[in-house]
């Protein structure tokens, strides 16, 4: 992976993390209460294969409980670590290394989880060309923490939301009364954002190709269907002006024929909708 992905704004990983730890707090960690509160260490261990996310949100955590916590990352979000990498080492006040713990762990294993499963999905497509997207299939509260995350394991990002990418569907395109319509409103509409056309027939693609828009979905098709529509999209006169997208029914699977087959995107809402969590631990004291 070529940088290293840029996270949300400060302010709205405090929220996030605000949220985490009121709910987890309350009133008081009464457990916590029973430690002395003295300077202590400790070390963030990652258990199994996987790629890393989630920093900003771990700091952000001990922060939150010790502002003057010190934490040195061995790695970077992004980077591919081996089972028993120590992640971090952490010094700070006792109580508070173990109370912001497992908010700060579960952001963590959560978005190392989401990252991990998009390189994944990425190694299956290397080579082609095709760029792995997610979707708005994400846990709540947790959109921009996941869609970091995704970036983090190599993919890219789909619309953030509902505001920023107009995407026609079927149920668009029905209530305009077809499909030309409901571009030729989109585009009077909302003139300067991107528009997205969910097609289910070769016509529809080829009116859609027509009219113009910023990416076509093409819905299942199946693969000689699909082949058809990569040449028409990549012919005269429209020479792959407008990339061709395939989303809905996509595992590990089927990916890589899907990819040779010419699309520019497939879209997966499993990498943030099927999240499962990577095995992380904290423990006080030196790292091994």
């Known amino acids: 992976m070529s940088g290293r992905p840029v996270p949300p704004p ?17 009133s008081g960690d009464v457990t916590a209460a029973l430690l002395p509160d003295i300077a202590d260490i400790a070390y963030l261990l990652c258990k199994e294969e996987a790629v890393v996310a989630g920093q900003p949100w771990f700091d952000a955590c001990h922060r939150a409980l010790d502002p003057d916590v010190r934490i040195d990352w061995r790695v970077h979000d992004g980077h591919h670590v081996a089972a028993g990498t120590v992640l971090a080492t952490l010094s700070g006040r006792a109580r508070a290394l173990v109370t912001a713990e497992r908010s700060a762990l579960n952001f963590m294993q959560t978005l190392s989880g989401t990252a991990t499963t998009t390189a994944t999905y990425v190694d299956a497509v290397r080579g082609t060309g095709c760029v792995i997207l997610d979707t708005r299939k994400t846990l709540p509260g947790l959109r921009l923490a996941q869609k970091y995350a995704v970036r983090c394991g190599g993919g890219h990002n789909h619309r953030i939301g509902l505001f920023d990418t107009v995407m026609l569907k079927e149920n668009h395109v ?17 003139p300067m954002l991107p528009l997205i056309v969910e ?90």
């Open 174 to 190: 029905r209530a305009a009364g077809s499909l030309t319509a409901a571009i030729r409103a989109a585009r009077q509409a909302q």
């Open 199 to 288: 097609v289910e027939t070769l016509a529809q693609l080829d009116e859609a190709l027509g009219e113009g828009c910023e990416r076509i979905l093409i819905d299942d098709f199946d693969a000689a269907t699909r082949r058809e529509a990569v040449r028409r999209a990549k012919s005269a006169p429209f020479n792959g002006r407008i990339p061709l997208e395939v989303s809905g029914g996509v595992d590990l699977t089927t990916l890589r024929g899907i990819a040779e087959d010419g699309v520019d995107f497939v879209s997966i809402g499993g990498l943030t909708k099927h999240v499962r969590a990577i095995d992380l631990s904290m423990k006080l004291g030196p790292a091994p």
């Open 10 to 26: 400060a302010g709205l990983i405090d929220q996030d993390v605000a949220r985490a730890l009121a709910e987890d707090v309350g």
